[in-house]
Nanobody, 121 residues
């Protein structure tokens, strides 16, 4: 049974940084995606990393400020978020890429419960 657990969310001021992590149990390394869902909005893709660590993809809205990485020894994937903006406030969730074209949520499974990131202005 695959289980993904996100951690590291919290409250941060605009312009600040935060690092969130996704740890997998019951499953060997896989390609993983990070998504976020803000209140009243649809879930959106944030970043994706191949099981080998490369390639990695980031949504245009976070490119240059967020960086996805992984530690296969720890079976974890992290998202370093810098220069945070209030519009980044959302529940961030990770999921395993299960196939299909693109980084849509429908191509992922084994969703964690998410971790809340709040960016104050």
């Amino acid at each position: 049974q695959v289980q993904l657990v996100e951690s590291g969310g919290g409250l941060v001021q605009a312009g600040g940084s935060l690092r969130i992590s996704c740890t997998a149990s019951g499953l060997a390394v896989r390609s993983v995606g990070w998504f976020r869902q803000a209140p009243g909005k649809e879930r959106e893709f944030v970043a994706h990393i191949h099981w080998s660590g490369s390639p990695a993809y980031h949504a245009n809205s976070v490119k240059g400020r967020f960086a996805i990485s992984r530690d296969n020894a720890e079976n974890s994937v992290s998202l370093q978020m810098n220069s945070l903006k209030p519009e980044a406030t959302a529940v961030y969730s990770c999921a395993i890429y299960s196939g299909g074209k693109g980084h849509a949520a429908i191509n992922h499974r084994g969703w964690g419960k998410g971790t809340l990131v709040t960016v104050s202005s």
